[in-house]
């Protein structure tokens, strides 16, 4: 965590602070589990997912962007169209704390600064932390909490559009996937060795999970000179 929050402050604070825009702002949507648990369905938020996030715009086509998104992540076997899953009947609800760091890319220019509306596509990528706690099933299919939790690594795939509603907000809805580096999210593994004998599902596919939602950022800042990045 302390390396991650000093790549936090080395993004967004620098010499030439005065000389940039910025946004803050709000993320809400909901939120859906791909993994050995529940259905399958890529785009199906069934939970609610709010956030908040931050922009530096270093240039008319990319930001650095970091944001926090708080959210459940439901999986139900009775919901899957899989026969295995529906005749087992497992189902888990967990609640998770994101924390993103990268950088979003315009396919068209997108400065703030020159007159009319403007909008276009985007995608972000970069890296996630998220946190989530630990628990195992029995043979029975009974839930067992592990009394700990752990962050896990992992990549976010966003695809989005965005457009000025005024002089200094933004309206943005996007779609994003988020692979993670363990496949612990819905105790399909447990996080202790000595359980690993309970592990079921697929253990070689890590588990997904998606957001889907809009975001609304407020800009401020001077107007920036970007011919020198």
């Known amino acids: ?17 005065d000389a940039q825009i910025y946004e803050i702002g709000i993320f ?20 609610l997912a709010l956030g908040v996030l931050a922009k530096w715009n ?12 708080f959210s459940d992540l439901e999986g139900i076997d009775t919901k899957s169209d899989d026969p295995r899953r529906l005749e087992r009947g497992y189902e888990f609800n967990t609640d998770i704390l994101e924390i993103s760091l990268g950088m979003e890319f315009t396919f068209i220019e997108f400065d703030l600064h020159t007159i009319g ?6 995608l972000y990528s970069g890296m996630t932390l998220t946190h ?7 043979s029975n ?41 363990s ?10 060795e000595d359980r690993e004998a309970l592990s079921f599902g697929n253990t070689n596919n890590n588990d997904w999970y998606m957001f ?3 975001t609304l950022t407020y800009t401020f800042g001077r107007r920036p000179c970007y011919c020198n990045f």
């Not at 270093?58 to 998104?69: G, K, L, M, N, T």
């Not at 907000?169 to 996937?177: F, N, T």
């Open 1 to 17: 965590m302390r390396c991650f929050f000093l790549l936090f402050l080395f993004v967004f604070v620098t010499e030439n602070v």
């Open 28 to 47: 809400a949507g909901g939120s859906n589990f791909i993994g050995d648990i529940g259905a399958t369905d890529y785009i199906a938020p069934n939970q």
């Open 58 to 69: 270093r240039s008319p086509r990319h930001s650095f962007r970091a944001s926090v998104i």
């Open 117 to 122: 509306s403007k909008g276009t596509p985007y």
């Open 132 to 138: 989530h706690d630990n628990y195992y099933y029995l």
């Open 141 to 181: 299919g009974e839930r067992v909490s592990e009394n700990t939790s752990s962050w896990a690594f992992g990549i976010p795939m966003v695809l989005g559009y965005k457009t000025n509603i005024s002089n200094q907000m933004i309206l943005a809805a996007e779609v994003g996937a988020r692979y993670t580096f």
């Open 183 to 192: 496949d612990e999210l819905d105790g399909s593994m447990p996080d202790s």
């Open 212 to 214: 889907t939602g809009i």
